[in-house]
């Protein structure tokens, strides 16, 4: 079975991370910055940063357009933590001027776990991802206080304050995540969707 081509958005945030991992579970994983970077492959990770600056560049560097279109496509597409907010199609605490992919029906609110300093560890029970639940790291992380008809709630965080909040979700093609898989060494998230590619191509 041939490797899946996944890029990795490469505006601002833990892009090698992303690539690292999605390279361990055995897929051809590349940047993304450009158009023609973005034809190229079979599905795209939006990894976790800055929402409000992860905007502003994709219309920068002309990526906004053609990463809607190929959603609209069916293109798989995994975002976490800052990614999430830009597959969500209404984002509370964000900036007036932030645009995102709005794949996702779905409302996610900005920073819900609080600043940097509240950054914190929890275990998440993932649907469809076997094993014990995924020791998951959350910095300054979004949750998701509502989702559409459409979308399937995959993971809640299982203990402490901030238990039974909704913090993975997939619809269709698209997956999104609060937490930062790719800090952890855990790659079931990636392997879960290298063979969500897998399955649509």
């Known amino acids: 079975m041939s490797a ?9 945030g833990d892009v090698r991370e992303h690539v690292a991992a999605l390279a361990a579970v055995g897929a051809d ?8 970077e973005l034809d190229a492959v079979g599905g795209l990770v939006i990894p976790g940063g800055e929402s409000t600056t992860m905007s502003k560049l ?7 357009e053609p990463i809607d279109k190929r959603i609209a496509d ?7 933590c800052a990614g999430m907010i830009m597959l969500a199609t209404e984002v509370l605490d964000g900036r007036p001027d932030q645009r995102g992919f709005a794949g996702i029906e779905m409302t996610v609110r900005r920073n819900a776990f ?11 029970e993932i649907a469809g991802v076997e094993g014990e639940p995924f020791h998951a790291v959350f910095i300054r992380a979004p949750w998701v206080e509502r989702v ?16 039974d909040r909704i913090v993975a979700v997939r619809q269709g093609n698209l997956l999104a995540t ?23 191509s």
């Open 4 to 12: 899946p081509t996944i890029g990795v958005l490469a505006l601002q």
């Open 29 to 36: 994983a590349r940047p993304v910055r450009r158009p023609t």
């Open 58 to 64: 994709a219309d920068i560097f002309e990526l906004r």
């Open 74 to 80: 069916g293109m798989p597409v995994y975002g976490s």
């Open 114 to 124: 609080g600043r940097q300093v509240d950054s914190f560890e929890a275990p998440v």
């Open 148 to 163: 559409g008809d459409g979308v399937e709630v995959i993971g809640k965080v299982t203990g402490g304050p901030a238990s």
């Open 178 to 200: 609060s937490f930062h898989p790719e800090l952890t060494g855990d790659l079931r998230v990636h392997a879960y969707f290298v063979d969500m590619i897998r399955t649509v």
